[in-house]
């Protein structure tokens, strides 16, 4: 398994990855009009390795990218401090680790971009993804409720935050 940067070339694998996992019944991701097309992702990854305030790093497997992790540091002057992150496993390659790989990728940008806290939503129903983020060391900071929007429902999410 290879933790690293993603690459404009990695957009075909990152948008079927989203796709996949988007498209899921359980509705793990937010995305009601489906993943971006593969040029929009390309050109988002060339855009984002120039930003320093943002990476997006990939898990591969046998040259297959069964994983994703965004971080974003939030811009207000206040709270610069602060990174959101979103993260993204395949279903055929979770409960092996790579969650945990791409949240330390995503610990050591934030370490050295001076990000000294990590947050996420997360829906109440993924116990799953609760789970690994509570044994990384994120704990519940709040519930937001109707907090997105899918389709015509509005769904709950829980805000988690990782003090560095």
Request: glycine share 8%.
């Amino acid at each position: 398994m290879i933790i690293r940067r993603a690459e404009p070339a990695d957009a075909e694998g990152l948008t079927r990855l989203g796709e996949a996992v988007g498209s899921e019944p359980e509705g793990w991701l937010v995305t009601t009009n489906g993943w971006r097309e593969v040029a929009d992702e390309r050109r988002y990854l060339r855009a984002i390795r120039r930003y320093p305030n943002a990476a997006v790093f990939v898990a591969e497997d046998e040259g297959r990218i069964v994983g994703r992790l965004s971080i974003a540091r939030d811009q207000h002057p206040a709270s610069r401090h602060v990174a959101d992150l979103g993260l993204m496993v395949a279903m055929s390659h979770r409960r092996r680790g790579i969650g945990t790989m791409l949240l330390e990728a995503a610990l050591d940008w934030a370490r050295h971009a001076e990000v000294r806290k990590l947050e996420l939503h997360v829906f109440p129903h993924n116990e799953a993804a609760i789970k690994l983020y509570e044994n990384f060391g994120f704990v519940q900071e709040g519930y937001r409720r109707g907090h997105y929007r899918r389709g015509n429902d509005y769904v709950d999410a829980i805000l988690m935050a990782f003090e560095i």
